[in-house]
């Protein structure tokens, strides 16, 4: 007489035919895990076993995703600076300091009058980025009269660094550029986050470094203002090899 272990062979032995005839792989009822992408909790007919031995073993997934943002330019300053007269910049090199309040009857509206100037990261690609800044000439805003021979000084504190590698805003001195198709020609980098930096929020102030030099000039009286064209690029500025 056949033994019950070997029918229970043979039993096992054409079932494992049969699976794999329907292309199946075939399922190890005492088998203890942990699962495959092909026999797993989900596919096999019966659980893992735990005995005397071994442990049942299997493994489950746990995740989530993280969504990218954007990079944006959120503040940009105006600048106030001090009076001056017509007999000091027809005697000698003048120098106007910040002043604090509004200036008023510009053609560019972006700017706050409290300087600050925020730039934020949250695209998640730690590629750096670059913030150009750019000046026009100083215009009477009454008249066609110009003021020659100025250089700007832009000055920032920085304030909060979200990422802390973040390298400071530097100061800049800017003359006055060619305007073409309404957007400076020529900019200054004023701030360069290289890669893995200038992640987060980032803001700064300018400070009393800021200031304005005018070269010695027979000027029109009146009120002067000069656009500033800030650009940010979602790139670094290429360092130039030494």
Partial sequence: MMSIKKIINRASSSLAVVALALGLSPVIANAAGPG????????VSTGYVANATSNAEATSNAQFSVTPGMLTLNDV???????????????ADAKLQLASGPTVGGVAYDGNN????????YRGSHA????????????SLTSAATITGTTMNLAFTPNSL????????????LTPGTVTGGWISNP?????APANTGEGSNS?????NTSLNIGKTLATSGTYDSTLF??????PVATVAS
């Fill in 77 to 91: 300053p105006n600048i106030l600076l001090s009076n001056t007269s017509i007999s000091d910049l027809a005697n």
């Fill in 230 to 235: 800030w650009a940010l690029q979602d790139a």
């Fill in 188 to 192: 200054t980098t004023l701030w360069n």
């Fill in 162 to 173: 979200a990422n802390t590698e973040t390298p400071d805003p530097t100061t800049v001195a």
């Fill in 36 to 43: 495959t992408a092909t026999s797993n909790l989900t596919t």
């Fill in 128 to 139: 750096g980025w670059s913030l150009t800044v750019g000046m026009s000439p100083f215009t």
């Fill in 204 to 208: 700064a102030t300018l400070n009393n």
């Fill in 114 to 121: 409290s300087g600050n100037l925020n730039i934020t990261d």
